[in-house]
């Protein structure tokens, strides 16, 4: 799984939505990924929730704690395969594969890091730095 489809895209390569959703079926892959983004694009983003549009801005307000919707998106931006439900599940994946919830809460986590570092409470400070 690569770039995200649009709809019409993905009813020209893969065909329509299939009756049941299979997570191995590579048609019922794309449409859930579609669905999930589409949810999530719905969301407000966080900085506009505070200022407004984002949109032509410098800088923008950001809480300090990442709502959850914001770490789910961070995470299936990351690894697109969370976007599908029950992806890592598949026995495809292996014996050595944590199986796809435990995947998606390793990810999270490691965005609620990255999402630290952004708003000051990781290793970098930015009244210690060096102003690179
Ligand atoms: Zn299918």
Request: include cysteine.
């Amino acid at each position: 799984m690569s770039r995200i489809q649009t709809a019409e895209e993905i009813t020209r390569n893969y065909g329509e939505r299939c009756p049941d959703f299979e997570p191995g079926c590579p048609c019922c892959q794309m449409w859930a990924m579609h669905d999930e983004i589409e949810r999530l694009r719905a969301s407000t983003p966080v900085a506009s929730q505070i200022e407004g549009d984002v949109g032509g801005k410098e800088t923008v307000t950001v809480p300090i704690e990442p709502p959850a919707a914001l770490l789910r998106s961070m995470a299936i931006r990351y690894d697109h395969g969370l976007g599908v439900p029950g992806y890592y599940d598949q026995q495809i994946f292996g014996a050595e594969n944590i199986g796809h919830a435990r995947r998606m809460e390793s990810t999270i986590t490691t965005m609620r890091q990255l999402y630290e570092e952004v708003v000051g409470k990781g290793f970098y400070r930015p009244e210690n730095s060096n102003a690179e």
